[in-house]
């Protein structure tokens, strides 16, 4: 099963709304990451944010970390037709024999900015 | 230029043959991987590499082969034995050593394959 998943699967919004997704997660993590995905091409990195923290920000990207809720959640503020793309969050946890870390991704969010 | 290419950019196939799709880095990094991405699905690891000479299967590496003879160059083959190889293809790299698989990944632009 997946260890990272979003919610919602989509959302669409107008241009200047905010925009949240939420992941939520089943084991204890190293850090989380979220990735944006524009149709049809590679993924790029967004943020990472460790286990011992809560919040991080860059530019209009809020992050947030509950690890006892075992969840995340992404904010883009003030969205605009340019952030329209998929958005994973993706955990690192050690794998099941506890000798490596592992990268799981979601199923991704697919966020639509209306203009 | 720094990044990672991938090409080509789409591949069709028939089946019964083998292709190799190919990835290439100039980041320096130590470790590469490749993914496969299904519509609506997340990413699954195909094989990984955190140095030269060396690569682990990941997940669903069944039908899949690798090889890593230099740090640049991680190219994947997608052999007959692969039963449902319609995919998209994304290659990744990472710097290593300390921080292999928790670090932030950059991805290449991907190879779409198709089977005829």
């Known amino acids: 099963s997946q260890q990272g998943e979003e919610d919602p699967q989509a959302l669409s919004i107008q241009e200047g709304e905010n925009a949240t997704m939420n992941c939520s997660y089943k084991?204890?993590?190293?850090?989380l990451q979220w990735y944006r995905q524009n149709s049809g091409r590679g993924l790029v990195h967004l943020i990472l944010?460790?286990?011992?923290?809560r919040e991080k920000h860059s530019g209009r990207l809020r992050v947030t970390l509950d690890t006892s809720k075992k969840s995340s959640s992404l904010l883009i503020t003030a969205s605009r037709a340019a952030d329209t793309a998929s958005y994973f969050c993706?955990?690192?946890?050690?794998?099941?024999?506890?000798?490596?870390?592992?990268?799981?991704f979601g199923k991704g969010t697919l966020l639509t900015v209306n203009p | 230029d720094g990044g990672i290419t991938q090409s080509p950019k789409y591949l069709f196939r028939k089946e019964g043959q083998n292709v190799t799709l190919s990835c290439e880095q100039n980041?320096?990094?130590?470790?590469m991987y490749w993914y496969r991405q299904d519509p609506g699905q997340g990413l699954r690891l195909i094989y990984y590499?955190?140095?030269?000479?060396?690569?682990q299967k990941g997940d669903i590496a069944e039908g899949y082969s690798v090889s890593r003879e230099k740090k640049e160059s991680f190219p994947l083959t997608v052999t007959s034995a692969q039963k449902n190889p319609t995919a998209f293809y994304l290659c990744?790299?990472?710097?290593?050593?300390?921080?292999?698989?928790?670090?932030?990944?950059?991805f290449g632009p991907g190879t779409r394959l198709t089977v005829l």
């Open positions: 084991t204890s993590i190293n850090n």
């Open positions: 590499s955190q140095i030269v000479n060396d690569f």
């Open positions: 944010i460790r286990s011992n923290e």
């Open positions: 980041l320096n990094h130590d470790a």
């Open positions: 993706a955990t690192v946890s050690l794998n099941s024999g506890g000798s490596n870390y592992k990268l799981t």
């Open positions: 990744a790299s990472s710097i290593f050593p300390d921080t292999w698989l928790t670090d932030t990944q950059y």
